[in-house]
């Protein structure tokens, strides 16, 4: 399991290689969504924040062993999307690191829009064991990620991720991927994101400051530790006065050997 933090990590906003499909993959750059830094601006200051956030992460599983992580929030608009799949490219980048992001929001889903992805087949798919694993396996358009995506839309998210074939895809995937990133739905609203945190190795949670209600954040921090979850900090957003455009000292772009 992952090392329990004491102290939240803040951060600012934010195909398998071999088998040839990633090669394959063309992306709209205008299309995916703008706040996926590690796609849009790969060597920018926010990207470098999310990579901080990797770097902990992976300093947490000094065994290396592979691991689910549940990306969450209180409630609706924190960012919690944004910083899964921003999340899961930084992890992609790292040398042999095999990543799967899994839209397990089945109420909202949003990672196939945000990156530009017609929908298929995915998760729902696979718990209601209408189609293997590997069906639902696709590039993201990113290099080394690979996504499951919602799947068909069902009328009872809750019972259908309370199947015992989450734990059973949960192994399968590990089999496979050094990390599985987990877009879950907000912790308040319903009771999936308890689900889920109570059967991965961590979760992570979304704070969006000035905007998150501390009661809510709280609350949802609780409701996921009642639930078992391993609650392993905060991913706090749009932080001011913390990037470059605020502060140019924060700003070191590479430049050419034959500048002064």
């Known amino acids: 399991m992952f090392r329990r933090k004491d102290q939240p990590e803040t951060a600012a906003p934010a195909g398998v290689p071999g088998d040839g499909l990633d090669e394959m ?48 929030s209180a409630v609706r608009g924190e960012g919690k999307t944004v910083a899964a799949i921003n999340l899961a490219m930084a992890l992609a980048e790292l040398e042999r690191q095999q990543v799967v992001l899994v839209d397990a929001d089945l109420r909202r889903p949003s990672c196939e829009r945000y990156l530009n ?65 987990i877009d879950s739905p907000p912790a308040l609203p319903s009771t999936d994101a308890g689900v889920l945190s109570a059967r991965a190795d961590g979760t992570l949670v979304v704070v969006r400051l000035e905007k998150s209600l501390k009661k809510q954040s709280r609350d949802a921090l609780r409701l996921l530790q009642d639930m078992g979850g391993n609650v392993m900090g905060a991913f706090v957003t749009e932080l001011r006065g913390v990037d470059p455009e605020s502060d140019p000292r924060l700003a070191y772009e590479a430049r050419d050997r034959d500048e002064d």
Request: no cysteine; aromatic share 6%.
């Open 25 to 72: 993959i063309v992306v709209v750059e205008q299309a995916v969504n703008p706040y996926l830094v590690l796609f849009h601006e790969p060597a920018g200051y926010r990207a470098e924040q999310v990579r901080a956030l990797r770097n902990r992460l992976v300093a947490m599983n000094p065994d290396g062993e592979p691991k689910t992580l549940v990306v969450t």
């Open 117 to 181: 992805l017609n929908p298929d087949i995915g998760l729902s798919d696979v718990l209601l064991g209408r189609a293997a694993v590997d069906r639902a396996l696709r590039p993201a358009g990113h290099r080394g990620l690979m996504l499951i995506g919602p799947g068909t839309r069902v009328d009872n998210p809750a019972e259908v991720l309370g199947s015992t074939r989450l734990d059973e895809l949960f192994r399968r995937l590990k089999e496979r991927f050094q990390y599985v990133v």
